[in-house]
């Protein structure tokens, strides 16, 4: 393998890892512009989207010009596919984070509603499985992703008993029909970020251990799988 090689692999990781830092930061500010009313941190997230755009694109065109350049094989194959596939899914991320600040904009210059589900746990939720993600990708922890695939379940059951709370709401308050279908499209939003964290757990694990985990039905390893992953037990 060539120097010139393992500078642009290097290169590819702190350019995915920087986007990584980008799209976490915009999905925490996007749920405290809902938590705190905030139009101007909405806004702020807003605007930032664009930088999120920007990096991905560079992203994409850099792992191209290394598939076309250096013929990867194997291991670093997979990595670059890989880094393909985290790049649009973070960049999804990103979209989702400015709807939710879109609709935080809309929220905040309304009269206070009560969220007709518990936000906090599922944006807590939500934030968890991106960091954990992120986590697993700087250490190379494969169990950390596992934990994360885990993790979907009880966010798409919380996003499923928002539809039936809104429902309610709608009939017992139809005066905030607008507001609860905003609130709705958050719930909608954060289940959505943490399909889009899913995938990229999935594809750590796949960059790391060469297995497709899609369509199957995942458990989190043993702790003693995770001491068997980590990099300080290799």
């Known amino acids: 393998m060539s120097q010139h090689f393992i500078h642009e692999i290097d290169r590819l990781k702190k350019r995915l890892l920087a986007l990584g830092a980008l799209v976490e930061e915009s999905v925490h500010q996007a749920v405290l512009s809902v938590q705190n009313r905030d139009g101007r941190l909405a806004t702020q997230v807003i605007k930032a989207d664009t930088e999120i755009d920007r990096a991905e694109v560079e992203l994409e065109e850099e792992c191209l010009k290394v598939l076309a350049l250096h013929q990867p094989v194997a291991h670093d ?3 670059v596919v890989a880094v393909l596939k985290i790049n649009n899914d973070l ?3 990103g979209d989702l984070a400015t709807n939710i600040a879109s609709r935080a904009f809309y929220l905040s ?3 206070p509603t009560k969220m007709p589900f518990d936000f906090f746990a599922m944006s807590e939720k939500v934030q968890w499985m991106l960091k954990t993600t992120l986590d697993a990708l700087v ?4 169990a950390l992703a596992y934990e994360v695939l885990a993790a979907d379940d009880e966010v798409d059951a919380i996003n499923r008993e928002m539809y039936t709370r809104v429902e309610s709401g709608i009939r017992q308050n139809p005066d905030e029909l607008e507001r609860l279908i ?6 909608r939003a954060l289940e959505r970020i943490a399909d889009h964290t899913t995938n990229v757990a ?3 694990i796949y960059m790391h251990e060469g297995q497709i985990v899609r369509h199957r039905t995942v458990n989190a390893p043993a702790p003693d799988a995770r001491a068997r992953s980590s990099p300080q037990a290799s």
């Open 77 to 79: 194959l997979r990595f």
């Open 91 to 93: 960049e999804r991320i």
């Open 109 to 111: 210059s309304e009269p």
């Open 139 to 142: 250490r190379k922890d494969t």
């Open 182 to 187: 905003h609130m709705l499209g958050v719930s």
């Open 202 to 204: 999935e594809d750590i």
